[in-house]
């Protein structure tokens, strides 16, 4: 799988429209949440370089919803190497928004993703404070979750095999089962007192004289967005030299 990544990353830049067909199929494949979700990237670029803009922010979108599912999946001595790469896919999706004038899209992204890290912080503290009743409703909730999720990926590796009426009557249980698991996802995290990560929680909108600050580092400076009642402005902030001197 691997190897099929970085053949289709290959393609990008002279042969997008292969490259998207190659990470589709790859996706459709990946048993990982690291893979599933580079694959997803890789198909968003590969529309971003055939000047497909909307198609390439509405898969930077799916990538991001990917991640909310499957945060269960990713074992907590894996999490940071995870959510490196998921900072990779939100920088290329946060550029397009500010290339395409769409700032507000862009400052929601970057909150999203600030909240997605807090949460990841929580969920490790919580849980090594748990009880051991705690401990283990937590551990049957996720294993449980886990299965019922890989079950539906093994289905869904298998529906090319079936006739067209019995695919229609699979895939309705499928999305009975996808609604199934994300209230199990939600289950897992009550145990710990948080909200799950497919909890709508809506960005509130800055009161009048109040201002909303939020930076994010991108690869070589970073974006500093700031918004009020009145509206937004962002600008792009260079790294601090640790030789630097005071001006």
Same mark, same amino acid.
């Given at each position: #799988?691997?190897? *099929?990544?970085?053949?289709?990353?290959?393609?990008?830049?002279?042969?997008?429209?292969?490259?998207?067909? @190659?990470?589709?199929?790859?996706?459709? +494949?990946?048993d990982t949440p690291d893979?599933?979700?580079?694959?997803?990237?890789?198909? %968003?670029?590969?529309?971003?370089?055939?000047?497909?803009?909307?198609? %390439?922010?509405?898969?930077?979108?799916?990538?991001? @919803?990917?991640?909310?599912?499957?945060?269960?999946?990713?074992?907590?001595? $894996?999490?940071?190497?995870?959510?490196? @790469?998921?900072?990779?896919?939100?920088?290329?999706?946060?550029? #397009?928004?500010?290339?395409?004038? /769409?700032?507000?899209?862009?400052? *929601?992204?970057?909150?999203?993703?600030?909240?997605?890290?807090?949460?990841?912080?929580? *969920?490790?503290?919580?849980?090594?404070? #748990?009880?051991?009743?705690?401990? %283990?409703?937590?551990?049957?909730?996720? %294993?449980?979750?886990?299965?019922? *999720?890989?079950?539906?990926? +093994?289905? /869904?590796?298998?529906?090319?095999? #079936?006739?067209? +009426? $019995?695919?229609?009557?699979?895939? /309705?249980?499928?999305?009975q089962q996808q609604q199934?698991?994300?209230?199990l996802l939600d289950r897992?995290?009550?145990?710990?007192?948080?909200?799950?990560?497919?909890?709508?929680?809506?960005?509130?909108?800055?009161?009048?004289?109040?201002?909303?600050?939020?930076?994010?580092?991108? $690869?070589?400076?970073?974006?500093?967005?700031?918004? +009020?009642?009145?509206?937004?402005?962002?600008?792009?902030?260079?790294?601090?030299?640790?030789?630097?001197?005071?001006?």
């Open positions: #799988l691997w190897h *099929r990544d970085l053949s289709a990353r290959l393609l990008l830049k002279d042969r997008p429209k292969a490259a998207w067909q @190659q990470f589709q199929a790859l996706q459709s +494949d990946c893979c599933q979700y580079r694959a997803a990237i890789g198909m %968003a670029q590969a529309l971003e370089a055939m000047g497909n803009v909307p198609a %390439a922010l509405a898969v930077y979108r799916e990538a991001e @919803q990917c991640v909310d599912r499957l945060v269960l999946s990713i074992p907590l001595d $894996e999490s940071q190497g995870f959510f490196g @790469q998921y900072l990779v896919g939100i920088r290329a999706q946060v550029r #397009l928004l500010l290339a395409n004038q /769409q700032a507000a899209a862009a400052l *929601r992204v970057v909150r999203q993703a600030r909240r997605r890290a807090i949460d990841t912080f929580r *969920r490790t503290h919580r849980l090594s404070s #748990l009880s051991p009743t705690e401990r %283990a409703s937590w551990d049957h909730t996720a %294993a449980t979750y886990r299965m019922m *999720r890989n079950a539906i990926r +093994d289905k /869904q590796r298998n529906e090319w095999q #079936l006739p067209a +009426d $019995e695919l229609a009557q699979q895939r /309705q249980q499928r999305k199934e698991i994300h209230h897992a995290f009550s145990v710990l007192g948080i909200p799950g990560p497919t909890a709508r929680r809506n960005s509130r909108p800055p009161q009048a004289g109040e201002l909303i600050l939020c930076f994010f580092p991108m $690869e070589s400076n970073w974006l500093a967005f700031a918004w +009020d009642s009145k509206g937004m402005v962002h600008h792009s902030i260079g790294f601090i030299s640790k030789q630097a001197t005071p001006q």
